[in-house]
T-cell receptor
Framework: GNSVTQMEGPVTLSEEAFLTINCTYTATGYPSLFWYVQYPGEGLQLLLKATKADDKGSNKGFEATYRKETTSFHLEKGSVQVSDSAVYFCALSQGGSEKLVFGKGTKLTVNP | NAGVTQTPKFRILKIGQSMTLQCTQDMNHNYMYWYRQDPGMGLKLIYYSVGAGITDKGEVPNGYNVSRSTTEDFPLRLELAAPSQTSVYFC???????????????FGAGSRLTVL
């Protein structure tokens, strides 16, 4: 079945550091890929998405590129801020499916 | 815009009690979902609905029931609460993925349930 594997957390960085959170997936065909973010005490919200191979999703300085050859969708940001502290979830949906499959989440803490 | 509203935000139950978590959305989304979130385990789908009158089981439906009598509301009922149901519950909604091209969910703020 479909699955998503994220790097284990927690991740602790200093402000202005470079961030990478790895995400790989297992799926048949061409799934849509997502990054959701959960700030403390809140629900998840969509950060970015990509619907086909080589697409790059971007938002709020975060980027992720849909790499079909490596089945990956790694999240990157060039300079993190304290306000980026949150839990980040990678997810996929299999074309036309109503169900999202989530990774376990990676907690990011950014220190000033 | 209210988006997805869940009540209550917090609840403590005794083993064997029952309760209903309420969820309502005002975006005219036809799809609605209930997930539970356990520490280090990500989100697991409990039940989902593709429209009023239609519900289906997700990955972890045991111990729960749902109904969808209107487009806006999707309550989750816990019968005979057990400690294993201690979790944070999230309701979400979306348009049909076949019309939107990708299944983007809007989540509520969550309901933290403790069963003692």
């Amino acid at each position: 079945g479909n699955s998503v594997t994220q790097m284990e957390g927690p991740v602790t960085l200093s402000e202005e550091a470079f961030l990478t959170i790895n995400c790989t997936y297992t799926a048949t065909g061409y799934p849509s890929l997502f990054w959701y973010v959960q700030y403390p005490g809140e629900g998840l919200q969509l950060l970015l998405k990509a619907t086909k191979a080589d697409d790059k999703g971007s938002n709020k300085g975060f980027e992720a590129t849909y790499r079909k050859e490596t089945t990956s969708f790694h999240l990157e940001k060039g300079s993190v801020q304290v306000s980026d502290s949150a839990v980040y979830f990678c997810a996929l949906s299999q074309g036309g499916s109503e169900k999202l499959v989530f990774g376990k989440g990676t907690k990011l803490t950014v220190n000033p | 815009n209210a988006g997805v509203t869940q009540t209550p935000k917090f609840r403590i139950l005794k083993i064997g009690q029952s309760m209903t978590l309420q969820c309502t959305q005002d975006m005219n989304h036809n799809y609605m979902y209930w997930y539970r979130q356990d520490p280090g385990m990500g989100l697991k789908l409990i039940y989902y609905s593709v429209g009023a009158g239609i519900t289906d089981k997700g990955e972890v439906p045991n111990g729960y029931n749902v109904s969808r009598s209107t487009t806006e509301d999707f309550p989750l009922r816990l019968e005979l609460a057990a400690p294993s149901q201690t979790s944070v519950y999230f309701c979400a909604s979306s348009y049909s993925p076949t019309t939107s091209g990708a299944n983007v969910l809007t989540f509520g703020a969550g309901s933290r349930l403790t069963v003692l």
